[in-house]
């Protein structure tokens, strides 16, 4: 979970500090505000004073990372939401702020009344400051997509990669307009944006959603890493270098910042726990997951060391341009929000990459309760169908588990159209990209992921048979778990299998079909619901109909009966 560690000596500028944020040769401000880790900061101000040029390139070797706050404008110290501490609504304007509330899904009034460059607690870990990087990094083009963002957000983010990265290691920054509505987001952000050389705008046409936003923004970037972040995030003191040594060091991790929170309701800036992995849930539900302590303490992982991440959260991270592109990019098909973080990170893994967390590397990010922006087809259709992409290219045969968490219907054609694959399925090929199952067993071992719901012999309890289905007809036998022909397993779309044909009813009989997941008649209940669990009742049916042992070992169905053991069945095993 989240948690505030925002004590009040953390943010309070020490009262020596104060007066004079440490003036550089540039006369920029340099902020030493971290108090409880005095060797990263004060490390490192004292060797920008001694260096004639802060940020140069220098060559070869390696260099500790310079934790510098740079910002043309004088800081001011009482400011509100300074140094990240949380802001407080004046009881006068409640009424305004809870109004404007939906301009962006958090408190977009305090938001304007913080400064532009706040400083933030440099909240990495201690240990962080023994880490060097490289003086030759790669630079990288910084991609900001936004459509209708908050006005004071928007600035805050382009202000905090301005003044925390190194000149040298940021191209330029590209804010990718994907077809704002608001008026504020045209002229009036050409004009801001011109005092920077450094920052570009481009601008959709037409709505193309954050995914081909991020393309366009990708395809006119020069820098040789791309960084893509939201666009309602401040960066942290020393947050770039880390991504780009990783990066340096193979071009083929991807990598990620810790991702902080700031507050949707006071801006205050908060620290998340150590360890954090990105994991996705069934049915493909992004979420984090600590590492086990045990694993902790046996592999002596340090807060600071990278951590490999089965999937990213989506938003922010860098990776090598040209690896970028080697990819394919994302898949041009996804729509608006949604699922390219999992296209990605499967693609990432199993063509031969890595996902990492770097610590060091901190950024927040404004969690909101709502899109303040407008989906052009119905949301969650736009997300299902994103997922739906995703699965048919990458899951295989595990992709049973993700359509039977609840989305049995996308496998419906003429219901949803999911799109052409041919590209997507023939890139995974060219790049001779593992099975999902080796990112499995190699990336995501601890996901819980059995092709089945159950399998084994199906045993009758009134009979104390099995079922068999031989030479075209079922019968009950003596079990025997060895015997081919007893063997069926029940899917996640819930149908009675054995090879590739399913039990279908007929009448008032069984006969086996070929298997297809998206006749629903194929579909049967078992241990499911509050009553008859042990039962095997047809799904379909509006009338309660159950399979039934005959008393002369025939099969039959029957209207469904709580207490008629002959109806009741067990397979050998059970997964979920
Ligand atoms: O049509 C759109 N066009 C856009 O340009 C829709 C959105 N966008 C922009 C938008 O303005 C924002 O800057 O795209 C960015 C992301 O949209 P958000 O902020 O509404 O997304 P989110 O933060 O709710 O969602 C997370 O999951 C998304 C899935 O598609 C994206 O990958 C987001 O980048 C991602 N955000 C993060 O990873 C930040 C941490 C969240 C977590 C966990
Ligand atoms: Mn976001």
Known sequence: GLQKNLSNDLLKPAETDNPKNIIDNRGNHINTLNKTKPDITQKAAEEVLRSTSVWARRSGGLHKVMALDVTDMPRDLQAMGQFGQPARVPRDKELESRRRWSEGYFNVFLSEQIPIDRAIPDTRPQTCSENLVHDDLPNTSVIFCFVDEVWSTLLRSVHSVLNRSPPHLLKEIILVDDCSTKDYLKEQLD?????????????????????????????????????????????????????????????????????????????????????????????????????????????????????????????????????????????????????????????????????????????????????????????????????????????????????????????????????????????????????????LENVYPDLDAPLVKAEGVIFNAGARKCLVFQNGIFFLDKCDVTNKSQQFSYTWLRMLRQNTSCLTPQEMQIIMEPCDNTKPHLRWMHKSGKVLTDHVMIESHSQPICLEAGVKAGIYLKNCDAINSFQKWQFTHYYA
Not at 296 to 304: H, T
Not at 322 to 327: I, K, P
Request: glycine share 8%.
């Open 191 to 439: 004009v801001y944006m011109s005092q920077f050389p450094k920052v570009r705008i481009i601008r959709l046409k037409e709505r193309q959603g954050l995914i081909r936003a991020r393309m366009a923004g990708a395809s006119a970037a020069t820098g040789e890493v791309l960084t893509f972040l939201d666009s309602h995030i401040e960066c942290n003191v020393g947050w770039l270098e880390p991504l780009l040594e990783r990066v340096y060091l193979d071009r083929k991790k991807v990598v990620c910042p810790v991702i902080e929170v700031i507050s949707d309701k006071d801006m205050s800036y908060m620290l998340v726990d150590n360890f954090q992995r990105g994991i996705f849930r069934w049915p493909l539900v992004f979420g984090w997951s600590a590492l086990p302590e045990e694993y902790i303490r046996k592999n002596q992982v340090k807060d600071s060391d990278p951590i490999r991440c089965p999937v990213m959260a989506g938003g922010l991270f860098s990776i090598d341009k040209s690896y970028f592109y080697e990819l394919g990019a994302y898949d041009p098909g996804l729509d608006v929000w949604g699922g390219e973080n999992m296209e990605i990170s499967f693609k990432i893994w199993m063509c031969g990459g890595e996902i990492e967390i770097i610590p060091c590397s901190r950024v927040g990010h404004i969690f909101r309760g709502d899109n303040p922006y407008k989906f052009p087809k119905d949301r969650v259709k736009t997300v299902e169908r994103n997922l739906a992409r995703v699965v048919e290219v990458w899951l295989d045969e595990y992709k049973e588990i993700f359509y039977g968490h609840g989305y049995h219907h996308l496998l419906d054609k003429s219901v949803t159209d999911i799109g052409n694959l041919t590209e997507q399925i023939q890139l995974r090929e060219k790049l001779k990209c593992k099975s999902f199952k080796w990112y």
